[in-house]
């Protein structure tokens, strides 16, 4: 079973830049869609951006589209949500979440599907 754990949230000042990280002990990211999760107090986890297994299909909600970038990086066994412009309205725990698929490049952004998930990691952005 794998585990995944997820990393790099800190307090930053809006217009800041972070990088998270998304990383597994017994199993390959490879083998699963990755997707970072952001839950605010009082809503529901939303899906920020995904990728599938190959790398060659990715989703961003429409709040991060030009300011996040997903990536996979294989020999690392880690995949990045590097985060710039950043502004209060991102402040949340963030979660990577795996999604078993056969299929190397669907990507899937239900929080339903996903199998495994990490601890979560906090960003607070100041104003």
């Known amino acids: 079973q794998v585990q995944l754990e997820d990393s790099g949230g800190r307090s930053v000042q809006a217009g800041g830049s972070l990088r998270l990280t998304c990383t597994a002990n017994g199993g390959e990211l490879n083998n699963y869609v990755i997707g970072w999760f952001r839950q605010a107090p009082g809503q529901e986890r939303e899906c920020v951006a995904a990728?599938?297994?190959?790398?060659?299909?990715?989703y961003y909600a429409n709040s991060v589209k030009g300011r996040f970038t997903i990536s996979r990086d294989d020999a690392m066994n880690a995949v990045y949500l590097q985060m710039n412009g950043l502004n209060p309205d991102d402040t949340a725990v963030y979660f990577c979440?795996?999604?078993?698929?056969?299929?190397?490049?669907?990507?899937?952004?239900?929080?339903?599907?996903?199998?495994?998930w990490g601890q979560g990691t906090r960003v607070t952005v100041s104003s």
């Open positions: 990728i599938s297994r190959n790398g060659d299909d990715s």
């Open positions: 979440g795996a999604d078993r698929r056969l299929s190397l490049s669907v990507v899937t952004t239900n929080s339903n599907d996903y199998d495994y």
